[in-house]
């Protein structure tokens, strides 16, 4: 079994696929992880809950999954606004901001979102992961890191080191840039 997350781009306010059709563009994926500034584009207000009609449960509370969703210009102004606070836990992160902020800037689409649903079915915890995420995008709100645990986990970064103020990539995760950004589809 797989635990893919997809970041997309549409034009449709409601994502596409959570209807379960096409339409929009995957910017970017990964495997078993939600890259840093991925969420980094988003705020606490951006956090949903959908009903997947192909979850696995009969209990529909149990097919709950967490989503965010927001205008493209937004996300772009989030993640100029949050660099410097970013460079400041992830040092070499500041190196591919500009870079990822260009990938969604030229992409097709109004509104971006994440599919999580695979790899929120994978988990053992489904609660803390809800929790995680709303953890982090209340301190991107605020502007302030005070825990890094919850960020580290969502990348599945297993090594953060204060010394050089960045996260040691793992040895199976795809790497630096991967657990950053995923990995570019266009």
């Not at 097709?108 to 992961?129: A, V």
């Not at 825990?147 to 986990?153: Q, T």
Request: glycine share 4%; with cysteine.
């Amino acid at each position: 079994m797989s635990a893919i997350t997809r970041l997309y781009i549409s034009n449709h306010k409601v994502p596409k696929w959570t209807e379960g059709s096409e339409g929009e563009e995957i910017i970017s994926e990964s495997n078993y992880l939600i890259p840093i500034l991925w969420l980094a584009k988003f705020c606490e207000l951006n956090l949903m809950v959908w009903l997947d009609p192909d979850g696995d449960s009969d209990d529909i509370n149990e097919n709950r999954v967490p989503m965010v969703a927001r205008v493209k210009e937004k996300c772009i102004s989030s993640l100029r606004e949050r660099k410097h606070l970013l460079g400041s836990i992830f040092s070499k992160s500041t190196n591919y901001i500009d870079e990822f902020i260009s990938i969604i800037e030229k992409s097709q689409g109004k509104y971006i979102s994440i599919d999580m649903s695979e790899l929120f079915y994978f988990l053992e915890d489904p609660e803390q992961f809800f929790e995680d995420l709303q953890v982090i995008l209340k301190m991107y709100d605020d502007g302030n890191i005070n825990d890094l645990e919850p960020i580290l986990r969502m990348a599945d970064i297993q090594e953060y080191s204060n010394e050089r103020k960045d996260f040691l990539p793992n040895e199976f995760s795809g790497g630096y840039v991967y657990q950053l950004c995923g990995t570019a589809i266009n």
